[in-house]
């Protein structure tokens, strides 16, 4: 325990990261009224700010 990830295991981690933010944008958009459609809150939502952040960190990972 506390080694290091493999860079194969860590890519795949990666990708599964950058493809679930990519899947909370979509969820998380803005209504006509400026609210998120899927939880309603203020656009943007902590959910969509997160999704963004994910994409931003783990996409430089992925192919």
């Known amino acids: 325990m506390g080694g290091s990830i493999a860079e194969q295991e860590f890519d795949t981690y990666a990708e ?3 493809a679930y ?3 909370l944008l979509g969820l998380h958009r803005r209504d006509g009224a400026g609210c ?3 939880c309603g809150r203020p656009h943007p939502c902590g959910e969509r700010t997160r999704a963004g952040l994910l994409i931003a ?7």
């Open 16 to 18: 599964a990261q950058a």
């Open 21 to 23: 933010g990519r899947h």
């Open 36 to 38: 998120c459609r899927d």
């Open 57 to 63: 960190h783990f996409e430089d990972w992925t192919s």
